[in-house]
């Protein structure tokens, strides 16, 4: 497995930005994709974001056009910038390597990190 650890998060007024990162260990890091999930107090841990080795990047529909998904291989790091904030974006937010087939579902990812927590006010 590969470690990740998130950083980045904090409390951040409506219509402001953030921006996370994910740093990893390991050397396999390069060959697999990449993703940000989320979890709101009393909610399901939800997909926010997945990245390819390739570069093709993929979003849920509710951070479409607001946040963006990135990766330096060469840092080995996954990052998530995050745009146009809403409350509604209050989450801890984790990454986690992709292991299975489908990058929409947390059961295919592994390695989760510990979590940074997100704080949006209205």
């Known amino acids: 497995q590969v470690q990740l650890v998130e950083s980045g998060g904090g409390l951040v007024q409506a219509g402001g930005s953030l921006r996370l990162s994910c740093a990893a260990s390991?050397?396999?890091?390069?060959?697999?994709?990449m993703g940000w999930f989320r979890q709101a107090p009393g909610k399901e841990r939800e997909f926010v974001a997945a990245i390819r080795s390739s570069g093709s990047t993929y979003y849920a529909d509710s951070v479409k056009g607001r946040f963006t998904i990135s990766r330096d291989n060469a840092k080995i790091t996954v990052y998530l910038q995050m745009n146009s904030l809403k409350p509604e974006d209050t989450a801890v937010y984790y990454c986690?390597?992709?292991?299975?087939?489908?990058?929409?579902?947390?059961?295919?990812?592994?390695?989760w990190g510990p979590g940074t927590r997100v704080t949006v006010s209205s």
């Open positions: 390991g050397r396999t890091f390069n060959n697999y994709a």
């Open positions: 986690a390597r992709r292991i299975g087939s489908y990058l929409y579902t947390q059961e295919n990812y592994d390695s």
